[in-house]
Every structure is written in structure tokens, then in C-alpha cells.
């Protein structure tokens, strides 16, 4: 079955600083994508980052990056330069591959953002 | 729609009643989804929809739940004979339904109908 871990309950990050959010995934499928999402405390979800199972660089949008590791089934979260904005509970998502759309999330990581 | 809407927005019922919940998701989205989510909990998955056809129904707590979508649009997830439990935010999400292969399908998401039961 599939299944995805955030181990990580809470993190504090100093502002201007970087950030790793951690994700580790468990799947049988050869395709799937991984997906990073951000919710403010005002409740909407916000895609931020994607990474497909094949692509075989590591996924960047702006100050986001995927850092990508097939073999150990991690796709971690990477924020560099953290604003105060950025805190924020931060989901990691996987969408199976073989023949279906079915997308289940982690728990969740709530990040701190520190001035 | 420009994006996905649910409602209503926040229902509060008494413990035993019924309650309904639609999802109008984004004009061709083919992919819909519905999810639970507690006070400050991840989002528990309870269905997706492909068309009008549900391949997965194994996040459904129990028989009190069920949903169905329409028309290949409009999503209604029903919850029969309301407990407390059931108290959560439910979101819907719809996405492009494209082969993996081919790229992401990102989920957008609505801003969720808030249940409270009493």
C-alpha cells in the first residue's frame, strides 16, 4: 500500500535561512509523482513543487527545491532563504502512477519562521 | 468555474441528522477529490472521482458515507446519521486527469465546508 511519512511535527527556522522538510514514501508503482504543498493558516492549499518518478533532475520553482532520492524514497522539501511568510504547514503528497489518479498526503510538517 | 467551489462554507448540525456537502470543481478538471481533514491534522483521503466513476472508495470511514458525482462536474458527498467524530473540515480538490508520463496533475483546491456536529 502506499504511504507517505513526514516525521517532523514542528520546525523553527531563523529568517533568511534555509530549511529542510523531510518526506519519505513507500510505493510499489515504477510511476508516481511527488508533490509539495503549503497551508497558511488561512486554510487554502497551495501547490508549491513537483517531481515526477522519471525526471531525473531534482524539481526547482524560485526559492523551492526537491531534493530527490529514488533509491531511499525520499523526496525532501528545501526552502532557502525563509521569509516570515513562509510559515506554514507544509504537506508532501503522492499521486500513484499506474493506471489512477489517487493522490494521498503525509501528515504534515508546520514550519516556524523566526525574525 | 474559474475555481473549485464547495459548499456550504460551515454547516453545524445536530448529532443523527444527515448532511451534504457539493464540490463544483474547475470545467474539465476530469480527476475530483474529496478529503477530511482535523484541527490541525493532514488530509485524510476518502474518494476520487474519474469521470463519474469512483475506482477508489477505501478512505470512506464506514457506510455512513457515500458520494457521488454527476455529469462528470458536480461532486455531493452525503454523511447519513451525523456523529461528532465526523466534525472536520472536508475539502474537495479536482486536477487534469493526464498519464503520468506526461506531467503533473496538480490539485486545486476549494476552500472547504467546515462541519461541526453537535
Not at chain 2, 475539502?91 to 493526464?98: G, Q, V
Amino acid at each position: 500500500a502506499q504511504k507517505i511519512t513526514q516525521t517532523q511535527p514542528g520546525m523553527f527556522v531563523q529568517e533568511k535561512e534555509a530549511v529542510t522538510l523531510d518526506c519519505t514514501y513507500d510505493t510499489s508503482d515504477q510511476s508516481y509523482g511527488l508533490f509539495w504543498y503549503k497551508q497558511p493558516s488561512s486554510g487554502e492549499m497551495i501547490f508549491l513543487i513537483y517531481q515526477g518518478s522519471y525526471d531525473e533532475q531534482n524539481a526547482t520553482e524560485g526559492r523551492y527545491s526537491l531534493n530527490f532520492q529514488k533509491a531511499r524514497k525520499s523526496a525532501n522539501l528545501v526552502i532557502s532563504a525563509s521569509q516570515l511568510g513562509d510559515s506554514a504547514m507544509y504537506f508532501c503528497a503522492m499521486r500513484e502512477g499506474t493506471g489512477g489518479f489517487k493522490t494521498i498526503f503525509g501528515a504534515g510538517t508546520r514550519l516556524f519562521v523566526k525574525a | 468555474g474559474a475555481g473549485v467551489s464547495q459548499s456550504p462554507s460551515n454547516k453545524v448540525t445536530e448529532k443523527g441528522k444527515d448532511v451534504e456537502l457539493r464540490c463544483d470543481p474547475i470545467s474539465g478538471h476530469t480527476a475530483l477529490y474529496w478529503y477530511r481533514q482535523s484541527l490541525g491534522q493532514g488530509l485524510e483521503f476518502l474518494i476520487y472521482f474519474q469521470g463519474n466513476s469512483a475506482p477508489d472508495k477505501s478512505g470512506l470511514p464506514s457506510d455512513r458515507f457515500s458520494a457521488e458525482r454527476t455529469g462528470g462536474s458536480v461532486s455531493t458527498l452525503t454523511i447519513q446519521r451525523t456523529q461528532q467524530e465526523d466534525s472536520a473540515v472536508y475539502l474537495c480538490a479536482s486536477s487534469l486527469a493526464l498519464p503520468t508520463s506526461a506531467g503533473a496533475n496538480v490539485l486545486t483546491f476549494g476552500a472547504g465546508s467546515r462541519l461541526t456536529v453537535l
